[in-house]
T-cell receptor, first 109, second 112 residues
Protein backbone atom coordinates (compact mmCIF):
# COMPACT_ATOMS: atom_id res chain seq x y z
CA UNK A 1 0.00 0.00 0.00
CA UNK A 2 0.90 3.64 0.10
CA UNK A 3 1.36 5.95 3.05
CA UNK A 4 1.23 9.71 2.58
CA UNK A 5 1.78 12.14 5.45
CA UNK A 6 1.32 15.87 5.56
CA UNK A 7 0.59 18.29 8.41
CA UNK A 8 -3.07 18.68 9.26
CA UNK A 9 -3.12 22.45 9.61
CA UNK A 10 -0.87 25.45 9.11
CA UNK A 11 -1.29 29.16 9.61
CA UNK A 12 0.69 31.87 7.82
CA UNK A 13 0.55 35.64 7.39
CA UNK A 14 -0.52 37.45 4.25
CA UNK A 15 2.52 38.32 2.15
CA UNK A 16 4.71 35.67 3.75
CA UNK A 17 6.10 32.38 2.41
CA UNK A 18 4.87 29.00 3.58
CA UNK A 19 6.21 25.51 2.93
CA UNK A 20 3.91 22.50 3.13
CA UNK A 21 5.72 19.18 3.45
CA UNK A 22 4.64 15.76 2.27
CA UNK A 23 6.33 12.44 2.89
CA UNK A 24 5.33 9.24 1.21
CA UNK A 25 6.13 5.56 1.17
CA UNK A 26 5.29 3.64 -1.95
CA UNK A 27 6.60 1.22 -4.53
CA UNK A 28 6.56 1.88 -8.24
CA UNK A 29 6.56 5.66 -7.82
CA UNK A 30 5.27 7.38 -10.93
CA UNK A 31 4.78 11.02 -9.98
CA UNK A 32 3.68 13.37 -7.23
CA UNK A 33 0.91 15.94 -7.57
CA UNK A 34 -0.19 18.91 -5.52
CA UNK A 35 -3.79 20.05 -5.60
CA UNK A 36 -5.58 22.98 -3.99
CA UNK A 37 -9.07 22.42 -2.63
CA UNK A 38 -11.35 25.10 -1.30
CA UNK A 39 -14.08 23.87 1.05
CA UNK A 40 -16.88 22.13 -0.85
CA UNK A 41 -15.12 22.43 -4.19
CA UNK A 42 -13.15 20.17 -6.50
CA UNK A 43 -9.39 19.75 -6.23
CA UNK A 44 -7.58 21.97 -8.72
CA UNK A 45 -4.20 21.02 -10.13
CA UNK A 46 -1.19 23.00 -8.93
CA UNK A 47 1.93 21.03 -9.82
CA UNK A 48 3.43 17.74 -10.88
CA UNK A 49 6.88 16.31 -10.14
CA UNK A 50 8.25 13.05 -11.43
CA UNK A 51 11.97 13.84 -11.39
CA UNK A 52 13.98 15.19 -8.48
CA UNK A 53 14.22 18.93 -8.17
CA UNK A 54 12.20 22.08 -8.09
CA UNK A 55 9.33 23.01 -10.40
CA UNK A 56 8.34 26.66 -10.33
CA UNK A 57 5.03 28.08 -11.46
CA UNK A 58 4.47 31.69 -10.54
CA UNK A 59 3.94 32.02 -6.79
CA UNK A 60 3.89 28.25 -6.37
CA UNK A 61 6.87 25.88 -6.44
CA UNK A 62 7.08 22.18 -5.74
CA UNK A 63 10.12 20.12 -4.85
CA UNK A 64 10.66 16.38 -5.01
CA UNK A 65 13.30 14.04 -3.61
CA UNK A 66 12.50 10.50 -4.69
CA UNK A 67 15.28 8.94 -2.60
CA UNK A 68 13.86 10.55 0.54
CA UNK A 69 10.21 10.07 -0.34
CA UNK A 70 9.72 13.77 0.26
CA UNK A 71 8.08 16.70 -1.43
CA UNK A 72 7.14 20.20 -0.48
CA UNK A 73 4.90 22.89 -1.89
CA UNK A 74 6.16 26.44 -1.48
CA UNK A 75 3.72 29.32 -1.65
CA UNK A 76 5.15 32.83 -1.90
CA UNK A 77 3.54 36.23 -1.40
CA UNK A 78 0.60 34.65 0.33
CA UNK A 79 -2.83 36.06 -0.37
CA UNK A 80 -6.03 35.63 1.61
CA UNK A 81 -7.47 33.59 -1.26
CA UNK A 82 -4.72 31.00 -0.73
CA UNK A 83 -6.59 29.84 2.37
CA UNK A 84 -7.54 26.30 1.35
CA UNK A 85 -6.57 22.68 1.79
CA UNK A 86 -3.49 21.52 -0.08
CA UNK A 87 -3.51 17.90 -1.11
CA UNK A 88 -0.42 15.84 -1.81
CA UNK A 89 -1.16 12.90 -4.12
CA UNK A 90 1.08 10.09 -5.33
CA UNK A 91 0.78 8.01 -8.46
CA UNK A 92 2.45 4.62 -8.23
CA UNK A 93 2.50 1.88 -10.81
CA UNK A 94 -1.03 2.22 -12.08
CA UNK A 95 -2.54 5.48 -13.13
CA UNK A 96 -4.75 6.35 -10.21
CA UNK A 97 -3.85 8.92 -7.58
CA UNK A 98 -3.64 8.23 -3.88
CA UNK A 99 -4.26 11.33 -1.82
CA UNK A 100 -2.97 12.40 1.54
CA UNK A 101 -5.40 13.82 4.08
CA UNK A 102 -4.55 17.37 3.08
CA UNK A 103 -3.10 20.37 4.89
CA UNK A 104 -5.56 23.11 5.77
CA UNK A 105 -3.78 26.44 5.33
CA UNK A 106 -5.19 29.54 6.98
CA UNK A 107 -3.81 32.87 5.78
CA UNK A 108 -4.26 35.65 8.32
CA UNK A 109 -3.87 39.43 7.81
CA UNK B 1 -10.32 26.26 -20.59
CA UNK B 2 -11.89 22.80 -21.03
CA UNK B 3 -13.80 21.49 -18.03
CA UNK B 4 -15.08 18.23 -16.64
CA UNK B 5 -18.76 18.74 -15.95
CA UNK B 6 -20.82 16.80 -13.46
CA UNK B 7 -24.55 16.59 -12.88
CA UNK B 8 -26.39 16.94 -10.64
CA UNK B 9 -24.48 19.18 -8.25
CA UNK B 10 -26.58 17.89 -5.35
CA UNK B 11 -28.57 14.68 -5.02
CA UNK B 12 -30.64 13.58 -2.05
CA UNK B 13 -31.87 10.01 -2.10
CA UNK B 14 -33.47 7.55 0.25
CA UNK B 15 -31.52 4.60 1.55
CA UNK B 16 -31.89 1.62 -0.76
CA UNK B 17 -32.59 3.68 -3.85
CA UNK B 18 -30.45 3.67 -6.98
CA UNK B 19 -28.63 6.79 -8.08
CA UNK B 20 -26.77 7.65 -11.26
CA UNK B 21 -24.12 10.34 -11.19
CA UNK B 22 -23.19 11.80 -14.53
CA UNK B 23 -19.95 13.21 -15.87
CA UNK B 24 -18.83 14.65 -19.18
CA UNK B 25 -15.03 14.34 -19.34
CA UNK B 26 -12.86 16.61 -21.45
CA UNK B 27 -13.33 15.48 -25.03
CA UNK B 28 -9.79 14.45 -25.97
CA UNK B 29 -9.01 12.77 -22.66
CA UNK B 30 -8.48 9.03 -22.57
CA UNK B 31 -8.59 8.05 -18.90
CA UNK B 32 -11.60 8.55 -16.65
CA UNK B 33 -11.91 8.25 -12.90
CA UNK B 34 -14.35 8.43 -10.06
CA UNK B 35 -13.22 9.55 -6.63
CA UNK B 36 -15.21 10.27 -3.50
CA UNK B 37 -14.64 12.43 -0.44
CA UNK B 38 -16.61 11.87 2.71
CA UNK B 39 -17.05 15.14 4.60
CA UNK B 40 -13.86 16.04 6.44
CA UNK B 41 -11.91 13.10 5.05
CA UNK B 42 -9.44 12.56 2.26
CA UNK B 43 -10.19 12.07 -1.41
CA UNK B 44 -10.45 8.33 -2.12
CA UNK B 45 -10.06 6.49 -5.42
CA UNK B 46 -13.02 4.42 -6.59
CA UNK B 47 -12.41 3.33 -10.17
CA UNK B 48 -10.49 4.09 -13.34
CA UNK B 49 -11.75 3.50 -16.87
CA UNK B 50 -9.80 3.26 -20.10
CA UNK B 51 -10.60 1.96 -23.55
CA UNK B 52 -14.19 1.23 -22.58
CA UNK B 53 -13.39 -0.93 -19.62
CA UNK B 54 -12.48 -0.72 -15.96
CA UNK B 55 -8.70 -0.66 -15.60
CA UNK B 56 -8.54 -0.57 -11.84
CA UNK B 57 -10.89 -0.37 -8.87
CA UNK B 58 -10.51 0.05 -5.14
CA UNK B 59 -11.95 -1.99 -2.29
CA UNK B 60 -14.67 0.63 -1.93
CA UNK B 61 -15.93 -0.13 -5.45
CA UNK B 62 -17.93 -3.24 -4.60
CA UNK B 63 -20.82 -4.90 -6.40
CA UNK B 64 -23.22 -2.09 -5.69
CA UNK B 65 -21.17 0.25 -7.87
CA UNK B 66 -20.90 0.24 -11.64
CA UNK B 67 -19.61 2.58 -14.31
CA UNK B 68 -20.58 3.07 -17.92
CA UNK B 69 -19.62 5.12 -20.90
CA UNK B 70 -22.90 4.85 -22.74
CA UNK B 71 -21.89 7.13 -25.60
CA UNK B 72 -18.86 9.08 -26.75
CA UNK B 73 -19.19 11.80 -24.15
CA UNK B 74 -20.85 10.68 -20.92
CA UNK B 75 -19.30 8.68 -18.08
CA UNK B 76 -21.66 7.54 -15.34
CA UNK B 77 -21.37 6.08 -11.86
CA UNK B 78 -24.33 4.02 -10.65
CA UNK B 79 -24.89 3.08 -7.03
CA UNK B 80 -27.49 0.34 -7.00
CA UNK B 81 -28.77 0.35 -3.44
CA UNK B 82 -27.53 3.37 -1.55
CA UNK B 83 -26.48 3.21 2.08
CA UNK B 84 -26.11 6.02 4.59
CA UNK B 85 -22.34 5.69 4.41
CA UNK B 86 -22.41 6.42 0.68
CA UNK B 87 -23.09 10.06 1.53
CA UNK B 88 -20.10 11.94 0.15
CA UNK B 89 -18.89 14.26 -2.55
CA UNK B 90 -18.27 12.28 -5.73
CA UNK B 91 -15.71 13.67 -8.14
CA UNK B 92 -15.19 12.64 -11.73
CA UNK B 93 -11.76 13.23 -13.24
CA UNK B 94 -10.19 12.77 -16.63
CA UNK B 95 -6.78 13.08 -18.19
CA UNK B 96 -5.05 12.71 -21.56
CA UNK B 97 -2.25 10.24 -22.14
CA UNK B 98 0.56 12.31 -20.64
CA UNK B 99 -0.68 15.03 -18.36
CA UNK B 100 -2.41 15.86 -15.12
CA UNK B 101 -5.86 15.03 -13.89
CA UNK B 102 -8.72 17.50 -14.23
CA UNK B 103 -11.47 17.13 -11.66
CA UNK B 104 -15.11 18.03 -12.09
CA UNK B 105 -16.90 20.22 -9.57
CA UNK B 106 -18.46 17.17 -7.92
CA UNK B 107 -21.85 15.80 -6.96
CA UNK B 108 -22.81 16.02 -3.32
CA UNK B 109 -24.77 12.86 -2.55
CA UNK B 110 -26.83 12.73 0.62
CA UNK B 111 -28.46 9.45 1.57
CA UNK B 112 -31.28 9.77 4.09
Amino acid sequence: GQNIDQPTEMTATEGAIVQINCTYQTSGFNGLFWYQQHAGEAPTFLSYNVLDGLEEKGRFSSFLSRSKGYSYLLLKELQMKDSASYLCAVRAGSYQLTFGKGTKLSVIP
Amino acid sequence: EPEVTQTPSHQVTQMGQEVILRCVPISNHLYFYWYRQILGQKVEFLVSFYNNEISEKSEIFDDQFSVERPDGSNFTLKIRSTKLEDSAMYFCASRPMFDGYTFGSGTRLTVV
